[in-house]
């Protein structure tokens, strides 16, 4: 079932990633976030870029590649 989230950030995020209960969306400014709750909670995963990211992607669990 879908369900609105409040906003967890100012980011405008366009992309996102499942994959059981790791979810991961990525947007404006670099900005990525990791749930591993199913989507009630998400934190920041820092990058050292500011680039705006519009794709992301994993090999494994613990492997995967964003572009911007």
Do not use: E, H, M, Y
Request: overall charge neutral.
């Amino acid at each position: 079932n879908w369900a609105v989230k409040p906003n967890f950030t100012n980011q405008n995020l366009t992309c996102a990633f499942t994959s059981g209960i790791s979810n991961f969306v990525c947007g404006a400014g670099g900005a990525i976030f990791r749930s591993t709750d199913f989507g009630v909670s998400w934190v920041n995963v820092s990058l050292t870029t500011s680039v705006n990211l519009s794709s992301i992607t994993f090999s494994d669990g613990n492997n995967g590649i964003v572009t911007g």
